[in-house]
């Protein structure tokens, strides 16, 4: 069974990077046809889907957020990464990091964390 766990900071000043790691068990990102993705849930948007690095190596991020996103994988660690540059407070919310094998929707999902944006 495939499990992710998001780590991070949890406090982000206005202006700075968001730098969110994922570390997936079970399983090697490797090789594994999955999705990885980055979504967020906001008391006012509700679930918002950021973005994904595939099994191919392709990513591909959600337009209002592409020009200050970045998605990555490290095959050493088992992990993927997001980075959101330039943040506000717009930004603060819940991030989940979820894995799933294509077609097969969003099957693994990490428990979420926090994270504010605040000077």
């Known amino acids: 069974q495939v499990q992710l766990q998001e780590s991070g900071p949890g406090l982000v000043k206005p202006s700075q990077t968001l730098s969110l790691t994922c570390t997936v068990s079970?399983?090697?990102?490797?090789?594994?046809?999955?999705?990885w993705t980055w979504i967020r849930q906001t008391p006012g948007k509700g679930l918002e889907w950021i973005g994904h690095?595939?099994?191919?190596?392709?990513?591909f991020y959600s337009p209002s957020q592409k020009s200050r996103t970045s998605i990555s994988k490290d095959t050493s660690k088992n992990q993927f990464t997001l980075e959101l540059n330039s943040v506000t407070p717009e930004d603060t919310a819940v991030y989940y990091c979820?894995?799933?094998?294509?077609?097969?929707?969003?099957?693994?999902w990490g428990q979420g964390t926090q994270v504010t944006v605040s000077s």
């Open positions: 979820s894995g799933g094998a294509a077609g097969e929707g969003y099957t693994s």
């Open positions: 079970g399983g090697s990102i490797a090789t594994m046809n999955y999705y």
């Open positions: 690095y595939a099994y191919d190596g392709s990513t």
